[in-house]
């Protein structure tokens, strides 16, 4: 059963530092991957999608990478500034179906 | 830009009411979701349908039912609200399969039941 981890829980960098959040699964065989971003009390703006046979993907000062032999994916944010603040999540499809496996999301604090 | 819309973001109901959470996508999607997410349960998803009239169950459609009588609005029903479903409720769309194509989500609407 494919589980999607992203540690840590909650992180918090002070402004114009480049961070990288991550994001685990547990089966490689996945279709692709998306990031997103929740500010409180939002819905979810989709950051990034990077398809199984994508190695990373770019957006502005985001970067997200995939690396399913070690089924991994990170995303990098260049020089953070606080409006970077919010909860970042992952999800994996990992099947013709059209369900997501999403991880809990790492809660990202960006201090002026 | 795609536009996802609820149309409400804040709803108080009491136990045993028949709730609408009502959703429109403006960019002629085939796919849409509905997903409720609650602290420490992340986001679960409740129902989806590919097509106008075509609807799946997803993880935890206990208790809901859904409608799609148009290709542009995806309504999600309580049949009969209970102080469980009190939830922050999210609808999403997209073009192709979830993941095929980014899935655009609205903003939300909290419903909280008494």
Known sequence: ??????????????EGENLVLNCSFTDSAIYNLQWFRQDPGKGLTSLLLIQSSQREQTSGRLNASLDKSSGRSTLYIAASQPGDSATYLCAVKIDSNYQLIWGAGTKLIIKP | ??????????????TGE????????????????????????????????????????????????????????????????????TSMYLCASSSQGAGASPLHFGNGTRLTVT
């Open chain 2, 18 to 85: 028949k709730v609408f959470l009502e959703c429109v996508q403006d960019m002629d999607h085939e796919n849409m979701f509905w997903y409720r997410q609650d602290p420490g349960l992340g986001l679960r998803l409740i129902y989806f349908s590919y097509d106008v009239k075509m609807k799946e169950k997803g993880d935890i459609p206990e208790g809901y039912s859904v409608s799609r009588e148009k290709k542009e609005r995806f309504s999600l029903i309580l049949e009969s609200a209970s102080t469980n479903q």
């Open chain 2, 1 to 14: 830009d795609v536009k996802v819309t609820q149309s409400s973001r804040y709803l108080v109901k009491r």
């Open chain 1, 1 to 14: 059963k494919q589980e999607v981890t992203q540690i840590p829980a909650a992180l918090s960098v002070p």
